[in-house]
């Protein structure tokens, strides 16, 4: 596995958890990957990356017990060739951006923002998987600050944003996003602030490596 450290964020939307891993990763001197991580797929696959765009789409629109009536994508780390029908289904869509992740986490050090990485690495023991959260009053407070919503429209969107974020994790993993013992750690940004969640990760590397994050190690 080599020495390096591989962080993945899950994060609420408004958290501030994909500021966090950006922050975390220049600190430390380190690359951090996020919808990066569909082109990198789609250049892997061959499969054009509107398609990977349009899977996402598709599982932001249809209810969650409308697609497991047709049985879930559940990850098991297998490539569907491009000869099967089933080359740019959902399923494997998502296994070549899982393959572009365990490269990744092969070769080196990183920070990892979305795309169920916590789950695809699983098992790995160099991988520390954190899922930022905080109150429903401060993600919209930091996502109209952010983004010029309105108070009204940024609650919605923020619902149906972590909805899908759920519904994407549980439609390939089978595991509830918001369940703890699926993370190393559970950071309330909230409380922490951005610099408190980086310092706060990378002090759980240090005493579980034994070694700085990144640059340092």
Not at 41 to 52: C, N, V, Y
Not at 119 to 142: D, M, R, T, W
Not at 192 to 203: M, N, P, T, Y
Request: proline share 2%; aromatic share 12%; glycine share 8%.
């Amino acid at each position: 596995m080599g020495n390096h450290v591989i962080v993945t964020i899950a994060r609420h939307f408004g958290s501030g958890g994909k500021t966090i891993g950006e922050m975390l990763a220049r600190e430390t001197g380190v690359p951090c990957y996020g919808r990066e991580i569909i082109r990198m797929a789609s250049e892997e696959s061959g499969i054009s990356e509107a398609l990977f765009n349009q899977a996402d789409e598709k599982l932001k629109r249809t209810p969650l017990s409308a697609r497991f009536g047709s049985g879930r994508a559940e990850y098991t780390g297998e490539l569907i060739t491009p000869d099967s029908d089933q080359f740019v289904s959902d399923k494997n869509l998502f296994n070549y951006q899982a393959k572009i992740i365990r490269d990744l986490a092969a070769k080196e050090s990183c920070v990892i923002i979305g795309r169920a990485a916590d789950f695809v690495l699983k098992g790995n023991p160099n991988v520390v998987s954190v899922f930022v959260h905080a109150s429903k009053e401060y993600c919209i407070k930091q996502a109209i600050e952010r983004n010029a919503y309105t108070g009204k429209d940024v609650e919605k969107f923020i619902a149906k944003t972590d909805k899908y974020r759920s519904d994407f994790y549980r439609y390939y993993t089978g595991q509830d996003w918001h369940d703890a013992r699926n993370y190393d750690l559970c950071l309330n940004s909230e409380r922490l602030g951005f610099d408190g969640c980086v310092q706060e990760i990378r002090s759980y590397i240090k005493i579980r490596f034994g070694k700085d994050f990144g640059h340092a190690e």
